[in-house]
């Protein structure tokens, strides 16, 4: 199976603006598709953004590799020309089940028949949108970790219909953009990384939303006692309050009630987590 090398990325908020960079940065030619020219001048800003990170962090960058990722993408409003002559799509919309399948039902009529789509979903399974994209052989989960230039994994988990070649053809376009890809055996819900980690932030939520500790002292007690980097509610700003909302709201009367303690003191304040400057903590 032929390499893709046209890649279209549908959705530029914090992880879709990664995916799409990074693929760019890796020499491929990016489509990355949003609702509105208004929501796309954000993502402009957020690929400016990146451009500088990695010329940082990323070895290499500093040469003008990571201004030359930015003449490789393409911004586009429209549906149809997104995907018009995409090898690969990779959907990084927001996790809501009617969305998404609402978004394959629209690829499934607009993409040409050899594309290869690709969800990023982070608890959805892929069986879950199968039905929906037209070409059920030709579609599988591709889940990124926030930072992708730093915590580089791409868990690739396919459907029982998944065709084999397809599944390889996207472990091998994950290894040509710099990631680490990890092949998981069978559907899981939470695929492997969110398994661990999302039993963890649900801990914490739990623990803030009961009135036992406020969010810094439960996030200084695991950074103190584990030694690691960061704590629960540093992590949910990264990943952002408003995917956090999505996925408590589904869940069970805990996690329920996370999710209206995050609307009510963070979300409806306008408070999403880094991407806004400010989430549990201020990052202006």
Do not use: C
Request: aromatic share 10%; charged share 20%.
């Amino acid at each position: 199976m032929a390499e893709p090398t046209k890649i279209t990325v549908l959705g530029t908020g914090v992880l879709g603006s990664q995916i799409a960079y990074q693929t760019a940065f890796h020499g491929f030619d990016v489509v990355a598709y949003d609702i509105s020219t208004e929501v796309l001048e954000q993502a402009q800003a957020r690929f400016a953004g990146l451009a500088a990170t990695y010329t940082k962090e990323v070895a290499g960058a500093a040469d003008g590799k990571a201004d030359a990722a930015l003449a490789r993408i393409r911004l586009s409003a429209d549906l149809a020309d997104a995907v018009t002559d995409a090898d690969l799509v990779i959907e990084a919309i927001p996790e809501n089940l009617a969305l998404k399948r609402d978004m394959y039902t629209k690829l499934a009529a607009l993409a040409p028949e050899h594309t290869i789509f690709a969800t990023n979903s982070s608890t959805l399974l892929p069986s879950d949108l199968s039905g929906f994209t037209g070409r059920p052989d030709r579609f599988l989960a591709l889940h990124f970790a926030n930072h992708v230039w730093v915590q580089n994994t791409a868990e690739i988990m396919g459907t029982p219909v998944t065709d084999p070649a397809v599944f390889q053809t996207v472990v091998d376009f994950a290894s040509a953009i710099g990631m680490v890809p990890i092949e998981i055996r069978k559907e899981k819900a939470g695929y492997l990384l969110n398994s661990l980690l999302v039993p963890f932030l649900d801990a914490a939520g739990e623990l803030v939303v009961g009135g036992y500790a406020d969010p810094e002292t439960i996030d200084k007690t695991w950074r103190i006692g584990t030694g690691a980097p960061l704590g629960p509610f540093q992590i949910y700003d990264i990943v952002g309050l408003t995917t956090a909302y999505n996925i408590s709201s589904h869940g069970g009367e805990k996690q329920q009630a996370f999710a209206a303690y995050l609307k009510e003191n963070y979300i409806d304040q306008g408070k999403l987590g880094t991407s806004t400057g400010e989430g549990f903590y201020s990052y202006k």
